[in-house]
């Protein structure tokens, strides 16, 4: 793997970012804690593993591009990107307060490495795949990393950004659907009929494949592969566990809404074997 990470550290590491995402959480008393969790395995192996970045260089042309459409699991992002160099991790501690950078929802080049300012579901995607094809138009080489939630496809835009992605043959994209099983109010399969979702990217024209999204080894896996030769952008459909790594979250849709306690925080990282 690039940069040294072994399997081992790149699990160290989203130990580290989940027990600072729930720390974050409770310090700023802010929701969407399930949703940032689900996601953290999925964040290491794009940002350890995947991205040719350098956070000593945020804006270089010639870098990767990720967008994190689910702009309500923002905090995982911040510790990410923080871990990853970006910025200083003790500016974590500002998550959510006045005048701090670190919004709640990402505000445009807040912090160096974020990429677009999201949180009204449906519009990563698209501008993912404009990115794609502004670079192709400049004689870039650069890939971009769109990752959705489930419930984000809902979303009519994300279909006809999906027609357009495989029209164009934007090969150097690919979207990772964090299918956690859950949105705001329900079962995702049962508000929408979502399933079968890796049929449904193949059909509007992408190439598609389904992994373990707490696998990291068959995240970098499928995440090096890109683009993967057919021409065609790529569809990973990550399936996953909201909550994931504290036990009493996981696969609770109660940690949509409510933050924990400083009891919780402390249980939390006992789990994480951060205590």
């Not at 945020?58 to 994190?68: A, K, S």
């Not at 959510?96 to 990402?106: H, I, R």
């Not at 659907?177 to 859950?182: G, Q």
């Not at 849709?253 to 306690?261: A, E, I, L, Q, V």
């Amino acid at each position: 793997m690039r940069d040294g990470e072994g399997l081992e550290e790149l699990d160290r590491i989203a130990r580290e970012i989940r027990g600072r995402v729930v720390e974050m959480s409770h310090r700023a008393k802010t929701p969407h804690l399930g949703s940032a969790l689900s996601c953290v395995d999925i964040l290491v192996a794009v940002y350890w593993a995947t991205l040719r970045i350098d956070p000593r260089n945020p804006r270089d042309r010639e870098r990767d591009r990720f967008i994190l459409s689910k702009g309500h699991a923002v905090s995982a992002l911040y510790a990410a990107l923080a871990y990853r160099g970006f910025f200083p991790v003790a500016q974590l501690e500002t998550f959510n307060e006045a005048g701090s950078a670190l919004a709640e929802q990402p505000s445009p080049a807040c912090v160096a490495g974020l990429e677009l300012a999201t949180g009204s579901l449906g519009h990563g995607l698209s501008v993912g795949l404009g990115m794609a094809f502004a670079g192709r138009l400049a004689g870039l080489r650069h890939r971009v990393v769109v990752l959705m939630s489930d419930g984000e496809c809902n979303e009519g835009s994300v279909w006809e950004a999906a027609l357009l992605g495989a029209s164009l043959k934007l090969g150097q994209v690919a979207t990772i659907v964090d299918y956690n099983k859950w949105q705001a109010t329900g079962r995702s399969n049962e508000i929408m009929a979502l399933a079968p979702l890796r049929e449904k990217w193949e059909a509007f024209g992408w190439s598609a494949y389904e992994v373990d999204g707490h696998d990291l080894k068959a995240l970098v896996q499928v995440l090096d592969n890109v683009p993967d030769g057919s021409g065609k952008p790529v569809a990973v459909v990550a399936h996953t566990v909201k909550g994931k790594g504290v036990s009493f979250m996981e696969d609770d849709n109660n940690w949509h809404y409510r933050s924990p306690t400083a009891e919780e925080v402390r249980q939390a990282r006992i789990e994480l074997d951060l205590a």
